[in-house]
């Protein structure tokens, strides 16, 4: 089992595959939007439990799922096996540039996985005058601003949210974030005083943001490597 997971050849393979059923994936959500339509504003895995009573339909997402994880797994075998095997001072960053790509790889694919097992995305409609108790939040409308410029042709807008007891002030392109919840201005109706505020709860972002530092750090001691070597010859990179 080691062997496999060691093997060039199996990264190939699995990559190889992976390619070959996100391209079947892209042909295949077009043709099926009454599924899909969702898939965007709903965490994975919540969205594949609303829709598990069409498996069929799926049955490529979870096989990508799987090949992530076999992915994830032969990339650390071979990072721990490689720096166990050829670690040295004269060639240290020859032998770890790979191996931090790869680490950053995982970092984003662990963030993704946190957000779709435990983050959340909600359009919320709120009258003013209401109080709503949302994911363990008190949410009300304090005011809503309406604001137009004599050189403009359209109506700007913002709110000003409470959120327990909190005023935000909240802009179509300006979100607000309070406890690690991003709360979002969807859109509003002018005559009826009445808004649609987004939630969004992302707790892998942060891994997302570590494993791409990672990856760029990785990238730039392979680069280093390859201008230090004028001759490709004299260059070995790493098989894994």
Request: glycine content about 6%.
């Amino acid at each position: 089992m080691l062997r496999f997971f060691l093997s060039i050849k199996t990264s190939l393979w699995l990559t190889g595959i992976s390619i070959v059923i996100f391209l079947i994936g892209s042909v295949y959500i077009p043709r099926n939007l009454d599924v899909f339509s969702g898939i965007n504003e709903t965490p994975l895995f919540k969205w594949l439990s609303q829709n598990a009573g069409d498996l069929d339909k799926l049955l490529w997402i979870y096989i990508l799922l799987v090949l992530m994880l076999l992915i994830c797994i032969n990339m650390f075998v071979c990072a721990i096996d490689t720096i166990m095997r050829k670690i040295s001072w004269k060639v240290l960053v020859e032998v770890l540039s790979p191996q931090i790509l790869h680490i950053g790889v995982m970092f984003v694919l662990f963030g993704h996985l946190i957000s779709a097992s435990t983050g959340y995305k909600q359009d919320i409609p709120m009258d003013m005058n209401t109080t709503l108790a949302i994911k363990g939040f008190n949410v009300s409308i304090h005011n809503i601003e309406f604001l137009k410029k004599q050189d403009e042709d359209s109506t700007r807008w913002r709110i000003h949210l409470k959120i327990n007891d909190n005023l935000h002030l909240l802009e179509p392109a300006r979100p607000s974030f309070y406890k690690g919840v991003g709360f979002f201005a969807r859109s509003v109706e002018q005559k009826k005083m009445r808004i649609i505020i987004g939630m969004v709860y992302d707790p892998g972002v942060l891994w997302e943001i570590i494993g791409a530092v990672v990856f760029v750090i990785g990238a730039f001691g392979i680069f280093y490597l390859r201008f230090r070597y004028n001759d490709k010859e004299d260059f070995k990179w790493q098989k894994a």
